[in-house]
């Protein structure tokens, strides 16, 4: 068999990620069709299937999921050398921090501006993602740090360091009468007939059972709590995105959520190093 190529991986990652031809095609910049038979080429060449498909949409094979941790760690090392390549050249390029939007946005202020106060601290880009990117930007190398939340980001193969742990919230329709109680517990949440909860995709992509919107969308999930149309629990620190209609109310049993900066194992950085402690030293003088 030929060697893979660096396009081929790329096409199949953003085919498995997104679980929709259509999406992923759009992602890529390029016409659905030919996207299509590239896959197909692919699982051809490889001589296993990747993805099973049906008319209720894509799903990962095991074979799939093997790949889509084997393709983001070769596409990761790839951008990492043209990142560290290019940083060699260029010292004033900035490290790139990626966070989901929305979420523990106190802390990540209070790190850029521990940071921008440090003599000779390096700069940093921040990439704002959507609910659970933050791995494959990370393993791509489109990104040199990551904030995540244990257990619900994929944290497998980073390096890690705990920074904040905190309960969660429900947020809800401001005109619910769950929004009028002081707390909550998640046997009041999980069984509300005109309030399901939303549904947010799993590690592998796909979705768990249940009456609730499928969302991916900080936006599309927002709009939908306003509308009362759904209810989520989430870290109390992400509540910093909420509208005014919505309330957020302490959920007493749910579990504790971790926010660590995590980055490759394999990272030679001492920018990285040292944005790492920095992080350290400012949860401990909190």
Not at 88 to 117: F, I, M, Y
Not at 125 to 135: D, R
Not at 235 to 263: F, G, L
């Amino acid at each position: 068999m030929d060697d893979l190529e660096t396009r081929e991986l790329r096409y199949f990652v953003a085919v498995a990620e997104e679980l929709h031809f259509g999406r992923a095609a759009e992602r890529l910049g390029i016409a659905q069709p030919p996207l299509s038979r590239a896959i197909s080429r692919l699982e051809r060449r490889i001589g296993v299937q990747l993805l099973a498909r049906d008319r209720r949409g894509v799903a990962l094979t095991g074979a799939g999921r093997v790949l889509l941790v084997e393709a983001g760690t070769a596409l990761g090392a790839i951008a990492t050398a043209v990142r560290r390549t290019q940083r060699a050249g260029s010292p004033q390029l900035p490290l790139v921090l990626v966070t989901k939007a929305g979420a523990s946005h106190e802390l990540l202020q209070r790190l850029l501006d521990a940071l921008a106060s440090e003599p000779g601290s390096p700069p940093v880009e921040v990439l704002l993602c959507e609910v659970g990117e933050q791995a494959g930007l990370l393993r791509r190398g489109r990104a040199d740090l990551a904030l995540m939340h244990s257990p619900y980001d994929d944290l497998a193969g980073f390096d890690t360091e705990e920074l904040v742990v905190e309960g969660q919230v429900a947020i809800l329709p401001a005109g619910h009468p769950l929004a009028s109680r002081d707390q909550l517990t998640l046997a009041d949440v999980s069984d509300v007939p005109d309030l399901p909860i939303a549904r947010w995709p799993r590690l592998d992509g796909s979705y768990p059972e249940g009456p609730g919107p499928e969302v991916h969308t900080q936006s599309k999930l927002a709009q939908l709590v306003a509308l009362g149309k759904t209810l989520l629990v989430i870290p109390a620190s992400s509540r910093a995105w909420q509208w005014p209609e919505h309330v957020a109310v302490p959920v007493v049993d749910a579990p504790d959520v971790t926010t660590v900066i995590a980055w490759q194992p394999d990272s030679t950085s001492q920018e990285v190093a040292s944005i790492v402690r920095s992080s350290v030293r400012l949860l401990d003088r909190a």
